[in-house]
């Protein structure tokens, strides 16, 4: 854990040129080092100015040189993103004027920032838990509108409020057992163990959908990777550019044209998709054709999604062939391109391969709203109904996992009969796991190395 009591400062804009560029500053003594940088146009200082409010100014070096012209935001705790005091130098976005007025703030008296810090303040200061705060990065990282409403949905406390409200279930469960156990003269074992099979098994159902959902939570935070391979001059370039609205890949008529690797995203309603234009799979002599070549098969066989792309203007292949009896297992379409063109294939070729057939044009865009609709559909089978809350963290979602494994056993030992002390252990366990998910019931070690992963100046 980083010490809370000093006062940190990082640049919060991405480095390089821009219209503005912001020094974040968030401590006890935040206001004071501005004070020794900033020199207002009016007469108030900075310890005078009222919260949440900004002034026009200039920052000043030790020999009284003028850095730059900068507004000042003032946010005074507890009322901040770290709930301390904060002070944002918004500067001209250029290199220099950052890194100059960043060193001068540094010289008088704050620390350079880790990554993370802020929003671990946030944290560590209560101001969100550590559900919240992980989400911050979601928003920051999101590849889609769907990834990015998950992630807004989380920062408002929708998964720490469904979190919680099943840790209290478990600690009333919790409570009946210990209850029983300590007052066996009661006789009321027969009774609680037939409420707890039966609250066990709703609050095992409500975990069984939470993980069902994660998957779809998972795919619109991280998204899909579809491969895109096929013999040289099939037309998978010209597919890629298709998808993405854009000029992206080379496009001839001399096959073999692509020979490395081309990875691009784009959204499709609201998913995220990772475009893989691959080497035509063929046999070659050519060296650096054949290093294509492997790199297109690691890929399919890391593919979430392949299209196979067949000219449909040629009969097909002995590599088409093979290529199609290779992608067998997995998420598969085999996309017929140049429907423009005569029909030079024979369909009862096809007969063998059970892969949805798309017919596509990609030249003209004959075709491609069903190819991109298909994308989607294989994405989130069943749809996105059935939960309020999608679980997309990785972290989040192996907890969750964990603690269904745990009611599990306990449901078990209770329906063998053994002592209703081995219940409570297991049932406690899924207590603290879930607890792991908002940092109620988390070592320092974990936190640490989740804010680590956070960008600096965030």
């Known amino acids: 854990m980083y010490d809370i009591s000093d006062t940190i400062a990082a640049v919060a804009t991405p480095l390089g040129e821009s219209g503005i560029g912001i020094i974040r500053i968030s401590g006890p003594e935040a206001y004071e080092v501005g004070a020794k940088v900033f020199r207002p146009k009016g007469k108030q200082g900075i310890k005078e100015y009222k919260d949440r409010t900004i002034h026009f100014g200039t920052i000043v070096d030790e020999g009284g040189e003028e850095i730059d012209e900068v507004l000042v935001l003032i946010m005074k705790e507890p009322h901040s993103y770290t709930a301390e005091n904060i002070l944002e130098i918004q500067c001209h976005g250029g290199r220099q004027p950052i890194a100059s007025i960043l060193q001068l703030v540094l010289r008088n008296g704050a620390r350079l920032a880790e990554p993370g810090e802020f929003t671990q303040r946030a944290f560590l200061n209560g101001r969100i838990d550590l559900a919240q705060a992980e989400a911050v990065m979601d928003i920051i990282q999101a590849k889609s509108r769907q990834g990015l409403s998950a992630a807004v949905s989380q920062l408002e406390g929708k998964l720490s409020k469904l979190v919680r409200k099943m840790r209290t279930d478990l600690t009333d469960l919790i409570t009946r057992l210990e209850v029983t156990v300590d007052y066996p003269e009661e006789d009321l074992e027969d009774i609680v163990v037939r409420d707890m099979i039966g609250a066990l098994t709703e609050m095992k159902e409500k975990i069984r959908i939470m993980l069902a959902q994660s998957v779809k939570g998972r795919i619109i935070r991280d998204g899909v990777t579809v491969a895109i391979v096929g013999a040289p001059n099939a037309g ?46 063929r046999e070659t002599i050519d060296v650096v054709e054949t290093i294509g070549v492997t790199k297109a098969r690691e890929y399919l066989e890391r593919a979430d999604i392949v299209l196979v792309v067949v000219d449909r203007s040629k009969a ?23 429907i423009d063109l005569a029909d030079g294939i024979k369909h009862e070729e096809l007969s063998e ?24 559909d294989r994405s989130l089978q069943g749809g996105m109904n059935g939960y309020d ?8 979602i192996e907890l969750v996992r964990q603690s269904l494994a745990a009611l599990e056993r306990a449901e078990e030992t209770i329906k063998k009969g053994m002592p209703l002390d081995f219940a409570i252990i297991d049932i406690r366990e899924a207590w603290d796991l879930l607890g792991s998910i908002t940092g109620d019931t988390i070592h320092d070690d974990i936190v640490g190395e989740i804010f680590n992963r956070f960008c600096l100046g965030k």
């Not at 010209?238 to 008529?253: C, G, K």
């Not at 002995?318 to 085999?334: I, N, P, R």
């Not at 809350?389 to 989040?396: F, K, M, P, Q, Y």
């Open 353 to 376: 391969f059970s892969y949805p057939l798309i017919l596509v044009s990609a030249k003209n865009g004959e075709g491609m709203e069903e190819l991109e609709q298909f994308l989607v």
């Open 316 to 338: 097909l292949t002995k590599e088409d062939k093979c290529l199609l009896q290779s992608v067998k297992g997995k998420q598969v379409a085999l996309v017929l391109n140049k």
């Open 236 to 281: 998978k370039s010209s597919l890629l550019n298709y998808l993405l609205s854009e000029e992206r890949a080379i496009v001839t008529d001399i096959p073999g044209t692509t020979r490395d690797i081309l990875e691009e995203w784009v959204s499709i309603q609201g998913i995220p998709f990772q475009l893989v234009d691959t080497a035509g799979i």
């Open 389 to 396: 809350v999608l679980i997309t963290n990785t972290r989040h």
